[in-house]
């Protein structure tokens, strides 16, 4: 059990996705995505393994919800600034963690 302290901890944040590009030289098959959150955040960078569900181009204008204060971490050669959210669906693959209704990209997950 963590507490709601260590659960403030994590700054989730809402962000459009603003350019999608396939990532073949990845191990397993990903995108790269580059993600809008708006005033200080800005755009930033990072790879999922969403080839199941989604593609380059119709990620484009999608918001999602991310992890915005983790180190940045090397995956493969995207430099990833971000974790973008997802859930398995039945098949391990991913569904991503989206708000229902549009929101200001960088609004914050309370």
Do not use: C
């Amino acid at each position: 059990m963590i507490n709601f302290d260590d659960f403030a901890k994590l700054d989730i944040r809402a962000g459009t996705i603003t350019r999608a590009e396939p990532y073949p030289e990845a191990r397993k098959p990903a995108i790269k995505l580059w993600v809008d959150f708006g005033g200080e955040l800005g755009e930033k960078r990072s790879s999922a393994q969403l080839t199941a569900h989604y593609t380059p181009e119709g990620l484009v204008g999608r918001q999602v919800m991310a992890v915005v204060n983790f180190p940045p971490r090397q995956i493969g050669k995207v430099m990833s600034e971000v974790l973008v959210l997802g859930v398995p669906d039945e098949n391990g693959e991913v569904v991503l963690v989206t708000p229902d209704h549009d929101v200001p990209n960088g609004g914050r997950l309370f």
